[in-house]
């Protein structure tokens, strides 16, 4: 009996058999191996707001918090539900989970998000203005995107 190709053996295999998923939707404005890194912490993530999609969504919300453009300051709102859907709503909840991702990615690939959270930062800085108060509100004032007046012309 002839010798079977080697090629023709691995024609015949499924490729990548023993992926269970799809791969993961690459983030706008990332690249696909820190896609792929979020992704995974996403999946592995014991936190109940970081979930697979969490990081993207959380950075589309941030970057459209200081629209429109101009100088009028922002404020940002309580969600009115705290369920994994909703809690996006508030803009500081986005930052939150954008805050757990970048902790718990390697250090490699988290140089380009955090850049991009960097910039991000400075924009809803200037459009917020400071709560003097906010150590007395906040559960979590220990943060500074935490520490900014709610309500107001949103």
């Given at each position: 009996m002839p010798r079977r190709r080697p090629g023709a053996l691995r024609a015949e295999r499924s490729p990548r058999s023993g992926r269970s998923s799809p791969p993961p939707e690459r983030i706008h404005g990332?690249?696909?191996?820190?896609?792929?890194?979020?992704d995974r912490v996403e999946r592995l993530s014991g936190d109940y707001y970081v979930h697979p999609g969490a990081t993207d969504r959380a950075l589309?919300?941030?970057?459209?918090?200081?629209?429109?453009?101009g100088r009028r300051p922002r404020y940002p709102r309580d969600a009115e539900c705290s369920c994994r859907g909703c809690s996006?709503?508030?803009?500081?909840?986005?930052?939150?989970?954008?805050?757990?991702?970048?902790?718990?990615?390697?250090?490699?690939?988290?140089?380009?998000?955090?850049?991009?959270?960097?910039a991000l930062d400075a924009g809803y800085a200037e459009r917020t203005p400071p709560d003097p108060f906010a150590a007395d509100r906040q559960w979590r004032s220990d943060l500074w995107w935490r520490r900014r007046p709610t309500g107001g012309p949103g």
């Open positions: 990332l690249s696909a191996r820190t896609s792929v890194a979020i589309r919300r941030y970057r459209a918090f200081p629209q429109p453009p996006f709503e508030d803009v500081r909840h986005a930052r939150d989970v954008l805050a757990e991702v970048l902790r718990q990615l390697p250090p490699r690939s988290r140089a380009r998000p955090a850049r991009q959270v960097r």
